[in-house]
């Protein structure tokens, strides 16, 4: 999940920012229009810590579309232990099936670099291992391949005049400084508070002109702030964060920034407030490794259900280049995985409606996989697409069980969740209660792929545990784990590996989801004029539990079909 998150009343850099969470330095043609609207937003409002921007270049995103066939091969319903194949009583879901997924992404992170991120062999290798196990369960897939701008962090250095280093973190597609980095004095418009920095004014009767700009996030965008400043003689720009945390962005156009440009946390800007009254000196070294790649997604259609009625989940498959992304996002890609899996094992009469499992390439570097999907799509496709269902981070170590919030207006769209998001997010709650846990609603925030089927319109739910923002004592009473901690401390950071993981929330997660793709595979989505009782399975006939009601009927409704 991207980590720059909108607030403040900006839009941002488009996906999984509460729920949602990008790198540098070509123009490219045929970037898409969402990303550049969440660059944009994210980079002008409020950010939340996260690790590194870096994580999510620009371009690209691995789809993977898995369908669920009638009646599937012999092969994908033999064996016990083998990946894809540990079933339990309750479904396909499985602590064990996870377990194996994860640690298939982790021995290929382990063996290429430690990360598997977009444009790289881990992610290549992570999509042919999780194509092979579809294609073997008699799925139909397809690669969508696409370009995109790659970026990784080289090196984040800010050094004070008593030689310690408070956190810096590169703006992605800034320009680099030199090796080594350059010092230079500070120059704090505004005074104790620095101003924003969005217009020339903001620095008049401030000396700027060859030293290091240090303004405050918030009322115009990242690419405003680095304009004004290299307009008025800065020699870098760094922009300090409103809230707590680091300060994670990015710049909207590759290629046209002329200073290095930063983010502080809100900390280290009142150090650096300090520091210049002083008149110390400071040296910044910002420096990132840019260029055009291309990614894909995999996308697994079935071979029957009705092409006019078309459930989409997804998940992304990439990590950052900062880890082998196991919770961000390999458990959910492992889950919608046995989700898949589950369903050719079941055999039946087959779903309804076509199902397609999307895994993404590149949402960490703007939501990018996700987003040519979507806009690959005519408008009668479109049309057919009756909802989508998204998975993020939901196997966060000090979790939380959040669902996409149905009210919400969405940060980087502008949009509301279309009419029967919320039968969509009543069915994931009523299964987490079916299981004896409580879910909570949790904002639209740009920061997953999800971003691109709302601002198309699409009805959207989605799951997320949680990543860098602090738990409440509130949510600690519900749902356990420490109060003040980070939903997961290992957030876009070589850290997030197989023994950091909470199984239990990954079943929890997978469970709820599973038991809602099934029932929409098997009945339509209600539209905004039907009822309360206009879903089957609420009205009372037989939902895919096997019981009336579907999702919310007991614990033991998830061994029905598709």
């Not at 999940?1 to 850099?13: E, L, N, Y």
């Not at 898995?66 to 319903?77: G, M, N």
């Not at 002109?209 to 760094?238: N, P, W």
């Not at 609420?538 to 019981?547: C, T």
Request: a neutral charge; hydrophobic letters at 35%; proline letters at 7%.
């Amino acid at each position: 999940m991207p980590k720059c998150r909108a607030t403040d009343g900006i839009s941002r850099s488009l996906s999984h920012s509460l729920l949602l969470p990008f790198r540098q330095r070509l123009l490219l043609p045929c970037r898409p229009r969402l990303v550049r609207t969440l660059r944009k937003s994210c980079g002008g409002g409020r950010v939340s810590s996260g690790n590194r921007i870096h994580k999510g270049a620009v371009i690209g995103a691995t789809i993977a579309l898995f369908s669920v066939q009638c009646i599937f091969s012999s092969a994908a319903s033999a064996g016990a232990h083998a990946p894809g194949k540990a079933v339990g009583k309750n479904g396909g879901i499985t602590e064990k099936a996870i377990a194996q997924h994860l640690e298939k992404f982790e021995s290929i992170a382990e063996a290429q670099g430690g990360h598997r991120a977009s444009g790289t062999p881990g992610h290549r290798i992570s999509v042919d291992y999780t194509e092979r196990l579809l294609k073997k369960a008699g799925f139909t897939t397809e690669r969508q391949r696409f370009p995109f701008l790659y970026t990784e962090t080289l090196k984040e250095k800010l050094t004070l005049r008593d030689g310690t280093s408070p956190d810096v973190v590169v703006t992605g597609y800034s320009p680099s400084t030199p090796k080594g980095g350059t010092e230079r004095q500070l120059a704090v418009p505004g005074g104790p508070r620095p101003a924003t920095g969005c217009s020339a004014d903001d620095y008049r009767g401030t000396p700027v002109s060859g030293r290091t700009a240090l303004v405050q996030a918030g009322a115009c965008d990242m690419d405003t702030k680095e304009r004004v400043a290299a307009d008025v003689g800065a020699g870098a720009v760094l922009v300090a964060n409103t809230g707590p945390g680091e300060l994670h962005s990015w710049l909207a156009e590759p290629g046209e920034a002329r200073i290095p440009v930063g983010g502080v946390s809100a900390t280290t800007g009142q150090r650096l407030v300090r520091e210049a009254a002083a008149g110390r000196p400071v040296r910044l070294e910002l420096r990132s490794l840019t260029e055009r790649r291309t990614t894909e997604n995999l996308i697994a259609e079935s071979p029957r259900g009705d092409p006019e009625h078309t459930v989409v989940s997804g998940a992304h498959l990439d990590s950052t280049p900062d880890g082998p992304g196991i919770n961000d996002n390999g458990v959910a890609a492992a889950v919608l995985l046995e989700s898949a899996l589950s369903a050719a094992r079941a055999g039946g009469p087959g779903p309804a409606n076509r199902q397609v499992f999307a895994f993404w390439g590149a949402e960490e570097f703007g939501l990018l996989g996700s987003e040519h999907y979507v806009d690959a799509l005519s408008a009668p496709e479109r049309e057919r697409t009756e909802l989508y269902l998204n998975l993020e981070m939901i196997g966060s170590p000090n979790y939380a069980l959040f669902t996409l919030d149905p009210d919400a207006t969405d940060p980087v769209s502008g949009q509301r969740p279309a009419p029967g998001s919320d039968r969509i997010a009543r069915r994931l709650t009523q299964a987490f209660a079916a299981q004896g846990a409580a879910s909570r609603d949790a904002p639209a925030d740009g920061r997953s792929d999800y971003v691109p089927f709302l601002a198309a319109g699409i009805p959207t739910g989605g799951l997320y545990g949680g990543s860098f923002e602090a738990k409440t004592q509130e949510q600690a009473e519900l749902w356990g784990g420490a109060a003040g901690a980070p939903f997961d401390a290992c957030y876009h950071l070589p850290c997030d590996r197989t023994d950091h993981y909470s199984p239990r929330a990954a079943l929890l997660h997978g469970r709820a989801f599973d038991e809602v793709r099934r029932h929409y595979a098997r009945h339509p989505l209600p539209g905004p004029e039907t009822g309360e009782n206009g879903e089957t399975g609420e009205s009372g006939e037989a939902g895919e539990s096997g019981g009336a009601g579907g999702a919310g009927t007991g614990g033991g409704g998830y061994a029905g079909r598709d």
